[in-house]
């Protein structure tokens, strides 16, 4: 599907319009690319978790702001994966990232537990 980039994008619009929201996820890895966020109308990126891993240093810092702002510069809401600690979340809030998550906030669990809370 990706070698077809007119169809893809057509696709992605015509799903946007029936007002479903495209997330690209590990963003930063893989093939959730710089390029791709160019080419496709996404409207939420989730920065991969290793990138955040790789934030323990200033140069891993400054990777992980740039990464952020290349989601906002592409105009979709950006989600930080991953937060463990409270260290981690500290930074991501310096970040400019919109949404987070992660086992320092809750654990997967069933959806009728999380109701109750």
């Known amino acids: 599907?990706?070698?077809?980039?007119?169809?893809?994008?057509?696709?992605?619009?015509?799903?946007?319009?029936?007002?479903?929201?495209?997330?690209?996820?590990?963003?930063?890895?893989?093939?959730?690319?710089?390029?791709?966020?160019?080419?496709?109308?996404?409207?939420?990126?989730?920065?991969?978790?290793?990138l955040l891993l790789d934030a323990s240093s200033r140069k891993g810092e400054e990777v992980y702001r740039l990464v952020a702002q290349l989601g906002q510069i592409a105009h979709c809401k950006i989600v930080a994966e991953g937060i463990e600690t409270q260290e981690q979340f500290d930074f991501i809030k310096t970040c400019g990232v919109d949404l987070v998550q992660g086992y320092y906030f809750a654990k997967p669990m069933p959806l009728e537990r999380l109701s109750r809370s």
């Not at 007119?6 to 007002?19: F, K, P, S």
């Open 1 to 50: 599907m990706l070698s077809d980039k007119l169809y893809l994008n057509q696709v992605m619009t015509d799903i946007q319009a029936q007002g479903i929201t495209i997330a690209m996820d590990d963003f930063g890895s893989g093939y959730a690319s710089f390029p791709h966020l160019l080419k496709y109308p996404f409207d939420k990126v989730k920065i991969d978790r290793s």
